[in-house]
């Protein structure tokens, strides 16, 4: 059966991660020593008699504190579920994450695939976890950020672990026109980088460079055989794949 954890309204302030040990509890310490001596008692035997309590209150100090602090101290293992709720927060702080990169981490980490499977489904439920905001926020990013084309998109959002339904509609935001406008205007800022080389390299150069972005053969062609005839380059014979 498994076993529900009761969450708390906010990711924010969680406690320490797996592995972290919290301040053992001082409340015995500080009590347990309490020296009745007062300072003229450092000479003669009830100066050594103050010395030798006041040493075995330390000990006791030193070696007392809560069975919990005692048990982390030891390595024993926390609950699972606590652990896998602390990985997973510590992971999303200030990064999306999708579904499969905190499931890779918490099996990286050995947590049992229940408790795993209850944080993970929890934090879907809750919204700390949406691989379709995930896709989306990628989509817009990667494109405009860095010209990445459709085809480059669903190969990254796949080694993400994007489920492929949620993958081809945050790539439908993108239609063939915009695709096409962003390829011209990487084009038209490498351009000048490329000026004074041969035609042929030329075009291989910054064909070669779409391509690495995702975009298709015959659009990348097309693309640049505009972009060298409106420097005045002769084109002739450049709508061959390269």
């Known amino acids: 059966m498994t076993r529900r954890t009761e969450w708390p309204d906010s990711a924010v302030g969680a406690g320490p ?81 999708t579904r499969k990169q905190l499931a890779d981490a918490l099996r990286k ?38 010209g990445l084309a459709r085809r480059a998109l669903v190969r990254e959002l796949r080694t993400k672990g994007v489920d492929s339904a949620v993958i081809d509609e945050a790539v439908g935001q993108l239609d063939s026109e915009q695709e096409e406008e962003t390829a011209r205007e990487l084009i038209a800022r490498k351009l000048r980088s490329t000026r004074g080389l041969e035609r042929d390299k030329r075009l291989r150069r910054l064909a070669g460079m779409l391509a690495r972005k995702g975009y298709g053969e015959g659009m990348a062609l097309r693309v640049v055989r505009q972009a060298l005839e409106a420097e005045g380059e002769d084109t002739e014979g450049l709508d061959e794949p390269f």
């Open 17 to 97: 991660g797996p592995g972290d040990v919290g301040p053992a509890d001082d409340s015995a310490s500080e009590s347990a020593y309490r020296p009745e001596a007062g300072p003229g008692c450092g000479t003669g035997s009830g100066g050594r008699f103050g010395e030798g309590a006041g040493h075995r209150a330390r000990s006791r100090s030193r070696n007392s504190g809560s069975p919990s602090s005692s048990r982390a101290e030891k390595g024993e293992p926390r609950d699972p579920v606590e652990q896998a709720r602390n990985i997973c927060l510590r992971l999303l702080t200030g990064t999306p994450r």
């Open 109 to 146: 980490r050995e947590i049992p695939d229940e408790a795993a499977e209850e944080v993970l489904s929890r934090f879907e439920d809750v919204g700390l976890i949406d691989d379709a905001a995930f896709a989306d926020a990628w989509v817009e990013s990667r494109h405009h950020g860095r």
